[in-house]
């Protein structure tokens, strides 16, 4: 039997948070093991090919090889562009002072 790690799978949305532990074969991509975790059935509407993902808060391809314990995170769209936030919390600034 193949050596196997155990990884967890996380997304949060607005109504819920998605986390799953799951252990997959020594060699498993970011990509095989977000498929074997069920999550893109369990949340309709993530697309791979446009969300980034990453490990612990770093954007990471797909190809990218796990280790042990890694938590993968699938990241959601932009709701607001931050450079427009931060232009209008400095003219709020700046018209509160």
Known sequence: MAESIVVQVCHATAQHAYLRELAVPLGTTIEQAIALSGVLVDIPGIELAQ?????????????????????????????????????RRALKKDGAG
């Open 51 to 87: 969300q980034p993902v990453g490990l612990y808060g770093k954007k990471k391809p797909l190809d990218t090889v796990l280790r042990a314990h890694d938590r993968i995170e699938i990241y959601r769209p932009l709701v607001a562009d931050p450079k427009d936030s931060r232009r």
